[in-house]
T-cell receptor
């Protein structure tokens, strides 16, 4: 089945540790996105990629890094510089980054600090 | 002023009634508008999108768009307890730094009681 797979479902980070969240899609979508959701809040854009080997900062990119070496993969690294990483992280993709194409979401990763 | 605003609710309606969810946006050039439903602990799922003024209907759901008033709404007819969720409004920017990006409102919590 086509879809967006995020792993792991739950992740715990120790102080000073970098952790990487995986996002894979087999929909042949060009655009991929990472969002952060805090309790009772909407989604905030961390990074997005419109095409392979290209990505742009979103609204809250500090303390995060990404890569887009393959069309189907867009991993997010939460670095030790992100002082408040506890949140629900959502990966999304769309056929194209513009126009009327909607974004579809993976099941998310919950990150907590140990 | 927030770019996309929704009443956080909770909005409580009886089963069988019409639920009306509202969203206003600040970017007058915005082109397309999306409604997502998010159950507690889950990722958002797309319900509808609209990009032309007027109404768009899909089953029990109707999206209404008024670009002059910068207002988009979602009506849910014959509300069911299974419709109880958080509804997120998302707006795609049209120009400048917001071009192509989705901006989400904070969501409206809907509760449908039997």
């Amino acid at each position: 089945d086509g879809g967006i797979t995020q792993s792991p479902k739950y992740l715990f980070r120790k102080e000073g540790q970098n952790v990487t969240l995986s996002c894979e899609q087999n929909l042949n979508h060009d655009a991929m996105y990472w969002y952060r959701q805090d309790p009772g809040q909407g989604l905030r854009l961390i990074y997005y990629s419109q095409i392979v080997n290209d990505f742009q900062k979103g609204d809250i990119a500090e303390g995060y890094s990404v890569s887009r070496e393959k069309k189907e993969s867009f991993p997010l690294t939460v670095t030790s510089a992100q002082k408040n990483p506890t949140a629900f992280y959502l990966c999304a993709s769309s056929i194209t980054p513009r126009g009327n194409q909607p974004q579809h979401f993976g099941d998310g990763t919950r990150l907590s600090i140990l | 002023q927030k770019e996309v605003e929704q009443n956080s609710g909770p909005l409580s309606v009886p089963e069988g009634a019409i639920a009306s969810l509202n969203c206003t946006y600040s970017d007058r050039g915005s082109q397309s508008f999306f409604w997502y439903r998010q159950y507690s602990g889950k990722s958002p799922e797309l319900i509808m999108f609209i990009y032309s003024n007027g109404d768009k209907e899909d089953g029990r759901f109707t999206a209404q768009l008024n670009k002059a008033s910068q207002y988009v709404s979602l009506l849910i007819r014959d509300s069911q307890p299974s419709d109880s969720a958080t509804y997120l409004c998302a707006v795609r920017g049209a120009g400048g730094t917001s071009y192509g990006k989705l901006t989400f409102g904070q969501g409206t919590i809907l509760t449908v009681h039997p």
